[in-house]
């Protein structure tokens, strides 16, 4: 098993006994050595290497990382994480929406059952205001889940429950109070973008490298605040390593007023090794908003997502905004409460995991002909990859031929705050939850004679 | 019928035939001359008092009132609706909460049939995320709903479903923009107080009189913005008249930037007559931005309440808050849609109107020993009333009294923006809409031996 390498393996480096820089030995030879297959020693350092405990350098192999301090991250029961988003536009052939979801997987009867035997009840309460927090045994229900799912440590009591990430980002900057300035990586999630001028705060554009936000441009800037995705960074796909988490975390530790939003959109949803820990729960100074959503992973329509507020923020939380009533009706936060509690949730992400990955695995295959005129990045996680093109096309342009051919794709300047800024290569973003093995395979085709790729697939 | 005389004497002072300041004869001396009941003439008089085309002058009789503008107000079916708020706080015998709805009537098998019809569909679509003003059909009937029964003139273009109160005014606050200085009624539903000071707005408390908010008042302050509630003031329970609406609007027409919201939460039940149609029917220049809920009417946990924005504000709408997903689930909204359009809504406010009538005529009967130690107002209307005390006994002294005989009774002075600014005699409110007919007689028995009034009631 490639978990109990790993896990040597990372206690060997948690406890300074791999010291930082070490070079460790190839995949090849530590398999021979093992007697093991070398998939097996791959996917260990592939894990590690996601977390960031160690650090691949092209040609020359792996070595252990500087680990600025060591993290208490609980293990993760594996295989039992999935997501998705909002609605595609329509009016072509194929469209890569990156905020699709797959809803043909969703447990209609299940949910239908729950509703049912909740309004049976004639229960009254429910039927009342309820706790402006949202009900205490969903929030007790959220939890459980994000502590053995996210590794997040909270109470209960941290958690407030609302109606979608643009309402809880609006009850946030109640809580965290005006002249804050707001760093956000870029490209970004834009409705946050939206979301944080639309209460007045000034948002910093913060440049990322292979491993997410530039801590030092960070410093650059007067950003007090800064929002990023450790978990699967959108639209870029980077996945966060332990070592720029705590890079973040010191530059938060600095300051009394800073503070670190992680939005955690697209957690559940890996396709190498274990889903990663929250950022929260490395937090040891209470400078970690966690924001989530089950709209990804359940239904956009679902319309809930929740905050969990750092003690001190709590307190400001309670002064300043604790009089707004929920925005999540009392019978919908039963309907999640029983459908988490009663392993339906964990048996929907399972589904929902084996579906995503059948799609991604099909859509990587399908991509394969584009190489080298592609470059493919952001595949280990979420159910969107970007494709670069190494040559000289024009991201508008690759926009245009797909869309003469009948196929969406989603240019990365989108999601710019500010369009001109982009630097990358010419890249357009594809995500595939909520298109068929069929669909993908049509569009796929598509985009080769639109880019005029290749041959056909073999 | 009573509404003959009314419709025939309104058109009259509507086309100037009866002008301003005219002497009308007396309900006997009419009701003989048309040869119908002396209640009649009442009722008749009474409706055209409350909408305020006519005046009554003590020992002197009823008299035209001056109408500046002339109002087109379709006519409303009578007969037609009811309302109610939040829970009451418990831990006493009786709790005489104004925030109570009455929920033993509530349809449970009708909103179970609905939501398992609705699932039934396994309509995918419905788990997507929608209209961002909410679903166009809802809207629609909304729409038509508030065009028959409270006389609103707008498209459903002109509608934004939300999840409450709370979250309809932050957004409306965007729309609105910063720099601007709130009006409120003094006391008011200090929610939407909370609401306004934490978006950071100024609030200016605007004394009352008698007809509602004091346009004069409103004049010397600097808002440009005011925030009333036509229909049933909270707490105060003035159904303000058609000429102090006008004045209103006289005033928001007097300059670009002024804006009045119409706040008709409690429009559904009325006692006396016909329900008033909305300021916003009146409104010909885009001033009134008119904000509506189903908690009172359907219940509080349903979370959904709606926005009518004039086009010009509709138009800020949709460029700084239009991005703003939905916050209410469009499985919900199509509930809401089903019980609006089947005929539903319609017949629960009937039932409602006839259980809350029968608890007022209880409770103003149980009432009528508290005379004249105590005097009762806002009875026309809504689902409370205020006591005020004669006397010298002070507000926290009745409440005390009261608490400590089991009952809870709630001072007036928590409705003020500023309590000491409190110049009411000794006032206490009694909600009676959760309360039963027997837990009426039993609080009303309790208050009279704490307050030491008169004997029991024969």
């Known amino acids: 098993m490639y978990e109990q390498i790993y896990h040597y393996m990372k206690e060997e480096i948690r406890q300074g006994n791999l010291g930082a820089g070490m070079k460790l030995p190839s995949t090849r030879v530590l398999a021979e050595h093992l007697k093991v297959s070398r998939s097996t020693t791959q996917m260990a350092y592939e894990q590690l290497l996601s977390e960031g405990y160690i650090e691949s350098v092209p040609c020359r192999g792996y070595f252990i990382s500087a680990i600025e301090e060591l993290v208490e991250v609980r293990d993760q029961p594996s295989g039992q994480f999935v997501t998705a988003e909002e609605p595609g536009e329509d009016g072509c052939a194929v469209d890569f929406s990156p905020r699709g979801i797959d809803l043909d997987s969703f447990p209609y009867n299940i949910w239908r059952k729950i509703s049912k035997n909740i309004l049976v009840d004639d229960n009254k309460a429910l039927f009342l205001n ?41 009850l946030l900057s109640l809580v965290l109070g005006s002249g804050r300035v707001i760093a956000m990586e870029n490209p ?58 705590q890079e ?64 001190k923020l709590l307190a400001e939380y309670k002064k300043k905004a604790g009089f707004f009533a929920s925005t999540v009706s009392r019978i919908d936060q039963n309907i999640l409460y029983r459908f988490l509690t009663d392993g339906y949730y964990e048996r929907h992400l399972n589904r929902m995991r084996s579906v995503y990955k059948g799609k991604h695995d099909c859509l990587m295959g399908e991509l394969k002909g584009f190489e080298p005129v592609f470059s493919v990045r952001g595949e280990h996680a979420g159910i969107h990859v970007l494709l670069s093109h190494t040559g000289s096309s024009r991201e508008e342009e690759l926009e245009k031929a797909a869309a003469a051919a009948g196929v969406r794709v989603y240019g990365l300047s989108r999601y710019f705050i500010h369009p001109e800024q982009n630097r990358y290569p010419s890249t357009v973003v594809l995500g595939y939850a909520n298109l068929t ?22």
């Open 437 to 458: 093995e069929v669909e993908i395979h049509e569009g796929v085709r598509r985009l080769k004679k639109a880019w005029k790729i290749g041959g056909e697939p073999s």
């Open 248 to 311: 973040l975390l010191s530059w938060a530790g600095e300051a009394e007023e800073r503070y670190l939003i992680e939005d955690d959109y697209d957690s559940e949803f890996r396709y190498k090794g274990k889903p990663i820990p929250a950022l929260q729960g490395m937090d040891r100074d209470g400078k970690v908003i966690y924001i989530g959503t089950f709209s990804r992973s359940i239904a956009p329509a679902i319309r809930v997502g929740f905050l969990v507020l750092p003690p």
């Open 130 to 170: 309820g706790d402006p927090q949202g009900e205490y045994a969903l929030r007790e229900a959220i939890r459980s889940y994000l502590h053995s799912a996210r590794g997040v440590r909270c109470s209960a009591d941290q958690i407030i429950v609302g109606a979608g990430n643009e309402y809880l980002l609006m």
């Open 188 to 245: 970004t999630y834009k409705q946050a973008y939206r979301v944080f001028t639309s209460q007045g705060y000034p948002v910093l554009p913060v440049e990322m490298d292979r491993q997410g936000m530039d801590v030092a441009a960070l410093r650059q800037g007067r950003a007090d605040t800064a929002y990023v995705m450790p978990s699967h960074q959108y639209p870029m796909g980077i996945v966060m390593p332990v070592k720029r988490r």
